[in-house]
């Protein structure tokens, strides 16, 4: 026993009296008939943004460039881009055969600690929540920052503490938004993900234009596959890797199962519809560039697309850094939304203080939890230098995608009787693997302190693992004090555990046996 089921016993015996606290109406105004539970307000357009929005942040306008680097030719650097997709939509079809076998938020989280046990779940849970996502949602928060104050500091760097200011206004309205209400998270990802996909139809039209008026040379056949180097297998896996790290964010609508509507049908929908659509934007986009850029020109830019603008659009050239602007600020509101949801899974797991798993009584949002997330990316925003620590927490998360995808081979092999709306060919997961388990021993081998880092970031959870939720014998006093901080961040949260939907079926369900023994 891992001291999960017992931390959860825990918070069901506390949840009565304290929900009866914080639920008895002294306005009047409380509806008792309303159930106060996460609420399914995420349909298939809202799905599909949540995908794409989290995937398309600043990477694509940006720096496409590391592709090229590695891959050695135009030609050979878009069959990259192409074949990264197809892996992303391998993984992503996995992923939908979990997300609707356990249908429960919390990603790679909830499914890790489902099939492998509390503390592999718990080691991927800790090292996201203590730097893997307040670091991304930092650095995305000051490429917003930057774009932004850029034409107002326009031969030189913006201010440090300018850029962290606005860094942290961002945050902290976009935390309140999601705070207030799980409906004007949704849209503003609704809204922002067509910007996106807006500004990137721009690029791929005037390049679509480019070629129509005869500027194509570098995407000649003859010439495209011209390698500038000699490639090398560790060159093409670093293109690789640059490709799959544009790609990520694949996976985030797994975070949040539990607030689809009809998850088992719009879970995979919005996957079949997203990752296709990403692939050939994508390839697009990059088509467009070339139409141009020379090699020469995109591997010596900093910002590919306001380049691009320089270049084609004259006047409107600031266009670019706006949609820039415009593409980070919304792959903020998705990295909160969804990193919000892995705390709350967590929480409710007995992973994380219960406090973490409890929604406010009005407007059904997990506010503790996205209160969490905002602190530890203003701390992170405060400490300065956050490039390094992605570095070390690219490899773990790289490492989760394939721990996941191997679990379903597991989990098939421990409960072959469960229902399965979706059930991939094994094919898909094996192919995955087989490419995963190829990047990351290339990983370990040239990169072993970048890895090795982040293999030490992830095994310090052990230690708190066994403290905070294996030892289960601890002095009344501590459980005391965790009693009352808990009571008092319902008084001021307003929040409370949410009630059991009896309609919503989030536990896997097994097969009757077809024959007797």
């Known amino acids: 026993m891992d001291g999960t089921e017992t931390h959860r016993r825990n918070c069901a015996t506390q949840e009565p009296g304290v929900t009866d606290r914080m639920l008895d109406p002294s306005d009047g105004n409380e509806k008792p008939e309303e159930r106060v539970t996460l609420k399914k307000e995420i349909g298939l357009p809202s799905a599909c943004a949540i995908i794409i929005g989290n995937i398309i942040g600043s990477g694509i306008f940006i720096s496409p460039k590391g592709v090229l680097e590695h891959a050695g030719s135009v030609g050979f650097s878009l069959v990259v881009w192409v074949l990264g997709g197809g892996i992303c939509a391998l993984g992503s079809l996995c992923y939908a055969e979990l997300g609707v076998t356990i249908p429960k938020s919390g990603g790679d989280y909830s499914y890790v600690t489902e099939i492998f046990g509390g503390l592999v779940g718990f080691l991927l849970l800790w090292s996201a929540v203590l730097i893997m996502y307040p670091t991304t949602l930092a650095v995305i928060a000051l490429t917003f920052s930057n774009y932004v104050l850029q034409p107002a500091f326009a031969n030189c760097l ?8 606005l ?3 961002c945050i902290l309205f976009l935390t309140w938004v999601n705070c207030s209400s799980v409906r004007w998270a949704t849209r503003i990802q609704d809204f922002f993900t067509v910007g996106k996909l807006l500004a990137l139809c721009l690029i791929i039209i005037v390049g679509l234009v480019q070629i129509c008026r005869g500027y194509y040379d570098a995407l000649r056949p003859s010439v495209a596959f011209e390698f500038m180097k000699e490639p ?11 490709a799959s790290f544009a790609f990520s964010g694949w996976n985030f609508l797994n975070y949040v199962t539990e607030e689809v509507v009809e998850p088992r049908k719009n879970l995979p929908r919005a996957i079949y519809i997203s990752i296709p659509l990403v692939t050939l934007v994508y390839t697009l986009t990059n088509i467009a560039y070339f139409s141009s850029m020379t090699p020469e020109e995109l591997l010596a830019s900093n910002a590919v697309a306001v380049t691009f603008g320089e270049k084609l659009l004259g006047m409107f050239s600031w266009i670019m850094p706006i949609s820039v602007a415009l593409s980070t600020f919304g792959g903020i509101n998705g990295y909160l939304f969804t990193s919000s949801r892995l705390c709350f899974s967590g929480a409710r797991e007995g992973h994380l203080p219960y406090l973490l798993a409890m929604i ?3 407007n059904c949002t997990p506010i503790p939890a996205l209160l969490v997330c905002c602190s530890a990316t203003i701390l992170i925003l405060c400490i300065g230098e956050t490039h390094d620590l992605i570095n070390y927490v690219s490899f773990i998360n790289y490492l989760s995608y394939g721990v ?3 679990g379903l081979l597991v989990y098939r092999w421990k409960k072959p009787n469960l229902v399965r709306p979706i059930k991939v060919n094994l094919l898909v997961p094996l192919s995955y ?3 995963w388990a190829v990047l990351l021993c290339f990983s370990l081998y040239s990169e072993p302190v970048v890895c090795g880092m982040g293999l030490v970031i992830m ?3 052990v230690p708190i693992y ?12 501590i459980n005391s004090i965790v009693e009352m901080l808990t009571y008092a961040g319902q008084r001021v949260c307003y929040v409370v555990f949410p009630q059991e939907d009896p309609e919503d079926t989030t536990a896997p369900v097994e097969m009757e046996a077809k024959s007797e023994l």
């Open 459 to 461: 095994l310090t959870g």
């Open 167 to 169: 860094s942290t206004t």
């Open 433 to 435: 693997l087989l490419f």
């Open 232 to 242: 090398s297998v560790g060159q093409i896996a670093l293109a690789f890797l640059q």
């Open 404 to 406: 996941t995808i191997a």
């Open 466 to 477: 066994l403290v905070g939720v294996y030892w289960q014998s601890k002095p009344q006093w």
């Open 360 to 362: 406010h009584v009005k």
């Open 158 to 165: 913006p201010p440090y503490i300018a850029t962290r200011l």
